[in-house]
């Protein structure tokens, strides 16, 4: 009795493996690129959601505040950037001014103590330009121009409406 073994191990498809992987590479590389952002709110995300800026206000709380659509953005920018030392509404009292040597100024005095550059908006671009040496002011330089120029308008905003706030 013979019998007919083939000892020979079948080549593996190779094509079909390359093309198995190839295909994973691009599911897991479009879910992790595009599932994130449908549900965060950067451009990419918006794409999506159609929801509004995320510096948008109700209109009736932009008039009560009397904030021109700039100043409704340095708003946004100021609760990213500023408020954590300077507080929401600018009043110095921001959860990480209890660490620091001097409190901020309050932008909502007419003479706040203690500002060195004062708080009309080409002050206050100087002073996120430059931060202030020997203070724990930093710098912002690296912000766009756009954006320092929305934060000094609503800076010099909230000091020349304090009843406002």
């Known amino acids: 009795m013979s019998e007919n073994h083939n000892d020979e191990a079948k080549p ?6 390359a093309l198995s992987l190839g295909g994973l590479f691009i599911a897991l590389t479009v879910g992790f690129l595009i599932l994130p952002a449908f549900f965060d709110s950067s451009p990419m995300g918006l794409l999506f959601h159609r929801s509004p800026a995320p510096w948008a206000m109700d209109p009736t709380e ?7 659509d700039n100043q409704v953005k340095g708003r946004y920018h100021f609760q990213q950037y500023c408020a954590g030392c300077h507080g929401p509404e600018g009043r110095g009292n921001g959860p990480t001014s209890q660490t620091l040597n001097k409190r901020p100024p309050n932008f909502l005095e007419p003479s706040p103590a203690g500002l060195k550059n004062g708080l009309s908006a080409q002050a206050v671009l100087k002073t996120l330009n430059d931060g202030l040496p020997g203070s724990q002011m930093p710098s912002f330089s690296e912000l766009p121009e756009e954006v320092k120029q929305q934060l000094a308008d609503y800076a010099e905003h909230l ?5 406002l706030y």
């Open 12 to 17: 593996l498809p190779m094509k079909a493996i």
């Open 159 to 163: 000091h020349t409406h304090p009843a």
């Open 62 to 68: 932009q008039a009560k505040f009397q904030l021109t």
